[in-house]
């Protein structure tokens, strides 16, 4: 089992900065693509940003060039930077990751608790 932690989220201005960070623990061999989702109220879950092990980055349209995904393998965690915000971007952002098992199976998709991020205008 994966337990993902998230941290970092808050209140800020439209144009501001905010930076979420996201550490997994538990039983697992190795994490492979990691990721951040967020959902507002009343509209699905989607996809913010993901990161492969290799460090190859997947970005949504709405959020390119504002928004750097980042990784430290060693501590298992991802980052999030998030810059340049706007009340758009206030939603649950939520950590997602994908284990690997020692055979190279796939192990399981897990999620963090989600942490708000607000955007004031």
């Known amino acids: 089992q994966v337990q993902l932690v998230e941290s970092g989220g808050g209140l800020v201005q439209a144009g501001g900065s905010l930076r979420t960070s996201c550490t997994a623990s538990?039983?697992?061999?190795?994490?492979?693509?990691m990721g951040w989702y967020r959902q507002a109220p009343g509209k699905q879950r989607e996809l913010v940003a993901a990161?492969?092990?290799?460090?190859?980055?997947t970005y949504a349209d709405s959020v390119k060039g504002r928004v750097t995904i980042s990784r430290d393998n060693a501590k298992n965690t991802v980052y999030l930077q998030m810059n340049t915000l706007k009340p758009e971007d206030t939603a649950v952002y939520y950590c997602?990751?994908?284990?690997?098992?020692?055979?190279?199976?796939?192990?399981?998709?897990?999620w963090g608790q989600g942490t708000q991020v607000t955007v004031s205008s």
């Open positions: 990161i492969t092990r290799g460090s190859r980055t």
């Open positions: 997602n990751a994908e284990s690997v098992t020692e055979s190279g199976m796939f192990g399981g998709t897990y």
């Open positions: 538990g039983s697992f061999f190795r994490l492979d693509a």
